[in-house]
T-cell receptor, first 116, second 115 residues
Framework: AQTVTQSQPEMSVQEAETVTLSCTYD???????LFWYKQPPSRQMILVIR??????QNATENRFSVNFQKAAKSFSLKISDSQLGDAAMYFC?????????????FGKGITLSVRP | NAGVTQTPKFQVLKTGQSMTLQCAQD?????MSWYRQDPGMGLRLIHY???????DQGEVPNGYNVSRSTTEDFPLRLLSAAPSQTSVYFC??????????????FGPGTRLTVL
């Protein structure tokens, strides 16, 4: 069974600084997708960034980028120039590309606070 | 498009009561799913559906029933609510679950308390 581990329950960053959120996963599949979701206090789940396992290039979306290490099964999220609006819970998630019954598996999440 | 909508936003039940959480999407998505979110547990899959008339169990299906009579709707039923079902429930949908993965769109969630 696939598992997703986020070992840090909480992190804090100074506004305008950079922070890295860690995630590791376990799978025997070679073709899959990895995601970071943001959940602000409004509860809405927002997709931040997505990485396809077959792509060697790390995904980037504006201030958000990932460090995808397939051999190490590591998928960290880097937030540059942190803003107060980045304060939220962040979830790492894994989805195998194995057809209709494949499922999205989430980590337990990390709460990020941003200090002004 | 309204996206994924869920009703109600909040609900309080007594142990043993039944209720249905509603979920609808207007994006013509084939794949729909229900998750529960508990503190320190992340989101866990309850049930999912790959199309009308087809449903399957996820990681934590006990105590919940689902049906998918139309593409748009995917209700979640609690037949006899228990305090352990106190949680925040999310419905999500994506274009399909067959071909290459499509982004899942989440509803706003329902906070359920069972006394």
């Amino acid at each position: 069974a696939q598992t997703v581990t986020q070992s840090q329950p909480e992190m804090s960053v100074q506004e305008a600084e950079t922070v890295t959120l860690s995630c590791t996963y376990d799978t025997s599949e070679s073709d899959y997708y990895l995601f970071w979701y943001k959940q602000p206090p409004s509860r809405q789940m927002i997709l931040v960034i997505r990485q396809e396992a077959y792509k060697q290039q790390n995904a980037t979306e504006n201030r958000f980028s990932v460090n995808f290490q397939k051999a190490a099964k590591s998928f960290s999220l880097k937030i540059s120039d942190s803003q107060l609006g980045d304060a939220a819970m962040y979830f790492c998630a894994y989805h195998p590309n194995t057809g209709a019954n494949s499922k999205l598996t989430f980590g337990k999440g990390i709460t990020l606070s941003v200090r002004p | 498009n309204a996206g994924v909508t869920q009703t109600p936003k909040f609900q309080v039940l007594k142990t043993g009561q039944s209720m249905t959480l509603q979920c609808a999407q207007d994006m013509n998505h084939e794949y729909m799913s229900w998750y529960r979110q508990d503190p320190g547990m992340g989101l866990r899959l309850i049930h999912y559906s790959v199309g009308a008339g087809i449903t399957d169990q996820g990681e934590v299906p006990n105590g919940y029933n689902v049906s998918r009579s139309t593409t748009e709707d995917f209700p979640l039923r609690l037949l006899s609510a228990a305090p352990s079902q106190t949680s925040v429930y999310f419905c999500a949908s994506s274009l399909d679950g067959v071909s290459s993965y499509n982004e899942q769109f989440f509803g706003p969630g329902t906070r359920l308390t069972v006394l």
